[in-house]
């Protein structure tokens, strides 16, 4: 028996495109039971602001076969038979391998990702157009046990001040789950690792003003009850849920850019949903709808980090998966090394 299948038109740059979606009616988030279909009409309702952020650029998908309950896995190269509206853009990744990896430009690619059973989309902060130099400085507040949003809301605006003094506009989004992201235009002048030490700068400065809310520490057992700036998500390849994506959690929550204001006023993130944040967009409008248009640069940042050199702060541990980098510590859990110590006799 064939599967059910269904036609949705789509707007494009050359006209309206025909995208077929199979199994429209399959539930993707049993709790509040939205479908493929559901989904599908979300993003189309929300490409404009979804493709400003995160089109004309790498992008993995994270995508689910069944529901968002059951198995997952991330796909990076374009799958065979795509078709041409799905663009896709050679990629070097830290091991030195290459390879084509997505790139949605218009929403007909988009719809295409969903019928891929796509959910989750995470782009890369570069442009197809220099993969290797980011358009965006990323930082990621993620809440430790013991904190939640709230305490990431209460950091946000001295982060924001921080990097203010360093020349840089700072944006705002839910992460659609505990945390968040702010995010800086700026401009592709340097590669990743640069605008890593840029991050690990305003992260440092941040710890200096706020020690007892915020935390630096890669590893977990010593962040303790703060708010931990994960300098590790500037890295190549490593990519937040972009704005206005669903994420893989019950209440089918998405990563939603917000003003500072809204912040101020106690935001709530649970109640960004693929079923409210459309109505929001008509009422509100895109508070990102700016961020590509005043890039700024880390060169303040960048002196910060060598400022920082000199008083003896050195490189911080990169992810396990990374190949060792120069003047990086031992990757070795503190207790561990401990433990591996010598006794005295």
Not at 197 to 220: F, G, Q, S, Y
Request: hydrophobic content about 40%; proline content about 10%.
């Amino acid at each position: 028996m064939a599967s059910e299948r269904i036609t949705l038109t789509v707007p494009g740059p050359d006209g309206d495109r025909e995208v077929g979606l199979s199994s429209p009616n399959r539930v993707l988030w049993p709790e509040p039971g939205i479908t493929k279909h559901e989904y599908a009409e979300y993003m189309l309702a929300v490409a404009e602001p979804f493709l400003r952020a995160n089109g004309h650029r790498p992008i993995s998908l994270e995508r689910f076969p069944d529901t968002i309950d059951g198995e997952r896995f991330f796909s990076k190269n374009p799958p065979k038979g795509a078709p041409a509206f799905v663009d896709q853009v050679v990629c070097t990744y830290n091991s030195g391998r290459r390879h084509p990896q997505v790139v949605l430009s218009e929403a007909a690619a988009v719809v295409w990702a969903v019928q891929m059973n796509t959910v989750v989309f995470h782009p890369w902060a570069s442009l197809a157009a220099d993969t290797d130099d980011p358009v965006e400085l990323r930082i990621d507040l993620d809440p430790q046990p013991g904190t939640g949003f709230a305490d990431a809301a209460a950091i946000a605006p001295a982060l924001r001040e921080v990097l203010a003094e360093a020349g840089l506009t700072a944006f705002l989004k839910t992460s659609g789950n505990r945390g968040l992201h702010v995010f800086c235009p700026i401009e592709p002048a340097h590669e990743f690792l640069d605008v890593r030490h840029a991050v690990i700068a305003a992260a440092r400065e941040l710890e200096r003003r706020m020690p007892d809310r915020v935390t630096t520490n890669w590893w977990k057992e010593e962040r303790g009850e703060r708010v931990f700036v994960d300098f590790n998500q500037a890295n190549r390849d490593r990519t937040m849920a972009g704005a206005y994506s669903a994420r893989a959690l019950p209440a089918a929550t998405v990563a939603t850019p917000i003003t500072w204001d809204e912040l101020a006023d106690g935001v709530d993130p649970a109640s960004f949903t693929v079923r409210t944040v459309p109505e929001r967009l008509a009422d509100r409008g895109d508070p990102w709808a700016e961020l590509p248009s005043a890039p700024g640069r880390i060169d303040t940042l960048l002196e910060w980090w060598e400022r920082d050199l000199e008083a003896g702060l050195g490189e911080l541990p990169f992810p396990p998966e990374f190949p060792k980098m120069p003047g990086e510590p031992p990757r070795v859990q503190p207790s561990r090394a401990r433990h591996s110590e010598p006794t005295e006799g």
